[in-house]
Nanobody, 124 residues
Framework: QVRLVESGGGLVQAGGSLRLSCTNS????????MGWFRQAPGKEREFVVAISWSGTRTNYADSVKGRFTISRDNGKNTVYLQMNSLKPEDAAVYYC?????????????????WGQGTQVTVSS
């Protein structure tokens, strides 16, 4: 059973930072690839970043490279998204995802499990 719960969203000024967390209540967290997607109002869900089960491989969207960092702690069943230098265009609901595959695909329909999302608002 996989149940993903995101936290850490909020309101931040442009240029600021936030750290999102996603905890998986399942017992096999270490065997899942984990990802973050985001969705702004009126837009499709957009890939942000993904990390392999071991943490040794990552895949970042070009729009967040150099500003966002994904990491995971399998002992805590948690994946993190450190977001720095936030821009107004980063504002969205951020969703955590999990999948038993290893492709780290940037397509939402390739991911098996989803959290409920956490809102990130960036003021200019």
């Amino acid at each position: 059973q996989v149940r993903l719960v995101e936290s850490g969203g909020g309101l931040v000024q442009a240029g600021g930072s936030l750290r999102l967390s996603c905890t998986n209540s399942g017992r096999t967290f270490g065997s899942y690839s984990m990802g973050w997607f985001r969705q702004a109002p009126g837009k499709e869900r957009e890939f942000v970043v993904a990390i392999s089960w071991s943490g040794t491989r990552t895949n970042y969207a070009d729009s967040v490279k150099g500003r966002f960092t994904i990491s995971r702690d399998n002992g805590k069943n948690t994946v993190y998204l450190q977001m720095n230098s936030l821009k107004p265009e980063d504002a969205a609901v951020y969703y955590c995802s999990a999948d038993r595959g290893a492709s780290l695909a940037p397509r939402a329909n390739s991911w098996e499990y989803w959290g409920q999302g956490t809102q990130v608002t960036v003021s200019s």
